[in-house]
């Protein structure tokens, strides 16, 4: 099966990704459940109608949006008695790819594993490549084939590249996976050797890959199901050594190949770029078909396998995704000079090689930011977005202690009563799909301390350049767990082998614990470790969530929502569902909206809402899945799908907007049966001669839904996605809100006909 977080192959009977480092029984980074519950429509025709409303004269009250946590529900379009709390409805969706040189769809994000481009283009190009240079490897089956090795200059060189390329199912699905061999994909590690390839590279320069891990290679100079390494010389890979069946992810491979890298091709400065799957903590780097593909190598292991090569470089470039980390740098710190990675997933198209190697005999930091500026030049011009930094090693020491200094400091205030804003603040930081890593910055500003600014400067002056199509991305993060507490067990084993100083340990211990106390017996006993700490079963309130009070308070012009400060203590999201009412029976759900407004009295306005999405003009039924909001700054980010046909088939068409980009602009679309609630393992870009159609969602009293399609077709070149004011002036529409807590249950006011958004103007 494929992991419904990142869209990695995974085992079927595996409790976690070991690419994204998801919980494949339970995880769900984002819920959309279009099918409510069957329950009684709440008819509020006692209600002022719209046209019955006039205008109140308050003054307005300014739009205010709401954090989201880590795992939403949305779209539960019942609308329950006040303060009832309901069952979650979940389904997994794969918004977020968490692969290396891996593949979108997105936070946020969204992208698909096996979405790296159709077999037929690569095998195109690498007939084209093999026509001009290719040898047939089929003539080497020995481990040093022609006793190339033996004839090797050894001359000491300005710089050699070592690139360890563990191909995985990012070069060879299966195709066993896919019905049609139409949508079979592979391939990517042979596009980055033909742009490898296609560089000029400079003289006195090496450039050596190890190309294993895979079953299959697109690429014909490279053997299926073995490891073997060539030289990069006149446009063309040359085999040096035959390694037969072997692996990549077990102790010692990493190491072996930079030995051999520095036996065969001495130079003055060495760089290398490790190339594969990546997720952070705890799915680590280089899942290998070839062997065990859940063995891979944590952060603590590659710094165990460059100590035990005993060579230092100048850079170590991640072309895989997560792998930006605070644990990965503090691994490298002494081993090399200079990081680059990604916090975000890399997209389908990778690094982009062929430019920057051919600046390999100058200095270091200067190509490293010309590949943080390639890779996002060139996912942006193909309409991706991504994130990229190059981070100096030798200042991870003050960024370490300000880490120390800051998380101190948070377990006191922790300790005094603040769990509550800690969780709230952690759930704001916006969501990177591994596994509860975040970026520091963001989290120094989010829950701010006497530390935060140190910790902040620290990590500024470290991030020598960054870029980041992400509102909540600034170039670093660390393991922060937050949410998946059923995989700290794993992730905490960097903090111990990485001889993390125990300020860390002891503070994550005792989030993690009171995230436990709070879930309950059953949770404790599956997943607290002996870290767990049972102290704090005392000051958790289990009866928290079940004393929320939300009165619906009626008005002449708008009723509104009042809550109890309890829920408003633990509050972590607030948004807006609104229905037009088009017959007695008959309701358009135009969706759900991160999106809420305060009157004067402090209560949420149901007023008809101000912006909506439009599609070419036309209003559309719109589920938000997730918002980030910097308060310091006022950046914001979203993240929802909209329902739709594509090619006849029923898809959930993703949007991301963001301050920057208000409007919003496609990210992908997954395969989604509006009828089961089930979304496909799955995420394609939009395509020019793509057919889209709208579909409307329409419910009666009782929740029977139906889907109807708009009659006209749209191309995928002609799409136009619009955030833009809208006007129910002439419509009757009601709604109510949903209130999420930090323990992840999900409240609904009652719902009453909505006035006028200009009732508060």
């Given amino acids: ?154 001359t000491t060189a300005r710089r050699t590249l070592l690139i360890y390329m563990v191909g995985t199912d990012l070069e060879s699905p299966d195709p066993d996976e896919y019905e049609d061999e139409d949508e079979y994909y592979g391939g990517a590690a042979t596009e980055d050797i033909c742009e490898i390839c296609d560089a000029y590279l400079p003289d006195n320069v090496n450039v050596v890959i190890e190309c294993g891990g895979a079953n299959d290679w697109v690429h014909p100079d490279v053997p299926d199901g073995k490891v073997s390494r060539f030289m990069v010389e006149d446009h063309k890979i040359t085999m040096l050594q035959n390694l037969g069946k072997t692996t990549m992810n077990r102790p010692g491979d990493l190491a072996d190949f930079i030995s051999f890298g520095e036996e065969y091709f001495p130079a003055e400065n060495y760089t290398l770029v490790l190339w594969g799957h990546g997720g952070g903590i705890p799915a680590g780097f280089g899942n290998d078909q070839l062997g065990d593909y859940y063995e891979v190598l944590e952060d603590f292991e590659i710094r165990d396998e460059l100590e035990n090569a005993g060579v230092k470089f100048d850079a170590v470039i991640f072309d895989c995704c997560n792998m930006c980390t605070l644990e990965m740098a503090r691994a490298l710190d002494g081993y090399a000079d200079y990081m680059v990675g990604a916090e975000s997933y890399v997209n389908g198209i990778g690094i982009y090689y062929t430019e920057w190697l051919e600046s390999l005999n100058g200095d270091v930091r200067a190509f490293c930011e010309k590949i943080v500026k390639d890779y996002m030049n060139d996912s942006n011009n193909n309409g991706m977005v991504g994130s990229m930094s190059v981070i100096r090693l030798d200042m991870m020491d003050e960024v370490y202690q300000a880490y120390i200094d800051y998380l101190t400091e948070a377990k006191d205030l922790i300790d005094d009563g603040d769990y509550v804003s800690y969780f709230q603040a952690r759930g704001n930081c916006g969501y990177y799909e591994t596994n509860d890593s975040v970026d520091l910055i963001t989290l120094a500003t989010s829950y701010k301390n006497d530390y935060s600014t140190e910790l902040i400067n620290a990590v500024v002056n470290s991030v020598v350049y960054t870029e980041s199509d992400f509102s909540y991305g600034h170039g670093l993060m660390a393991y922060s767990p937050y949410e998946s507490y059923d995989l700290y067990e794993y992730g905490r084993e960097s903090f111990e082998r990485l001889n993390y100083d125990s300020a860390i340990t002891d503070f994550y211990d005792s989030v993690m614990s009171r995230r436990l106390a709070y879930l309950g017996e059953d949770d404790i006993e599956e997943y607290a470790g002996d870290w767990y700490i049972p102290d704090y079963e005392d000051e958790t309130d289990y009866s928290a969530s079940e004393s929320y009070e939300i009165d619906l308070v009626e008005g002449s012009d708008y009723h509104s929502v009042e809550i109890s400060d309890a829920l408003w203590d633990n509050i972590m999201s607030v948004s807006l569902s609104v229905f037009i009412e088009e017959s007695e029976d008959r309701y358009f759900d135009l969706g759900r909206d991160y999106t809420w407004m305060i009157d004067d009295n402090d209560r949420f306005a149901l007023v008809d809402p101000e912006k909506w999405f439009y599609v070419n003009g036309e209003k559309v039924t719109y589920y938000g899945t997730s918002f980030y909001e910097d308060y310091d700054t006022g950046e914001w980010s979203q993240m929802g799908m909209i329902p739709v046909l594509i090619n006849g088939e029923e898809c959930a068409l993703y949007i991301y907007n963001d301050n920057e980009n208000p409007d919003g602009e496609v990210w992908g679309y997954s395969h989604y049966n509006f009828d089961t609630d089930i979304e496909e393992d799955d995420f394609e870009y939009v395509e020019e001669d793509d057919e889209i159609q709208l579909v409307h969602f329409y419910c009666d009293a009782d929740f029977n839904y139906e889907y109807v399609p708009l009659n006209d077709v749209i191309m995928g070149s002609d799409l136009k996605i619009e955030y833009k004011e809208i006007n129910l002036d002439d419509y009757s529409t009601f709604g109510y809100y949903n209130f999420e807590d930090i323990f992840g249950d999900t409240y609904y006011s009652d719902s009453a006909y909505l006035g006028y958004a200009g009732v508060l103007d």
């Fill in 1 to 154: 099966m494929f992991c419904t977080n990142c869209g990695a192959k995974i085992d079927d009977k595996a409790k976690f990704c070991t690419s994204c480092g998801v919980k494949i029984e339970a995880f769900s980074p984002y819920t959309v459940s279009v099918k409510p519950e069957q329950a009684e429509l709440p008819k509020p025709e006692e209600l002022p109608r719209p046209e019955e409303l006039t205008q109140s004269g308050q003054e307005a009250a300014p739009l205010q949006i709401a954090g989201i946590s880590y795992e939403q529900t949305v779209a539960q379009h019942s609308a329950p008695q006040q303060g009832k709390k309901e069952p979650r409805k979940k389904t997994n969706i794969g918004l977020i790819i968490g692969l290396a040189v891996g593949i979108p769809v997105t936070l946020l994000i969204l992208l698909v594993a096996v979405s790296i481009g159709g077999i037929a283009k690569y095998l195109q190009k690498v007939k084209e490549f093999e026509d001009q240079y290719s040898n047939n490897y089929e003539e080497y089956e020995d481990a040093d084939p022609n006793g190339i090795l033996e004839s090797l200059d050894k």
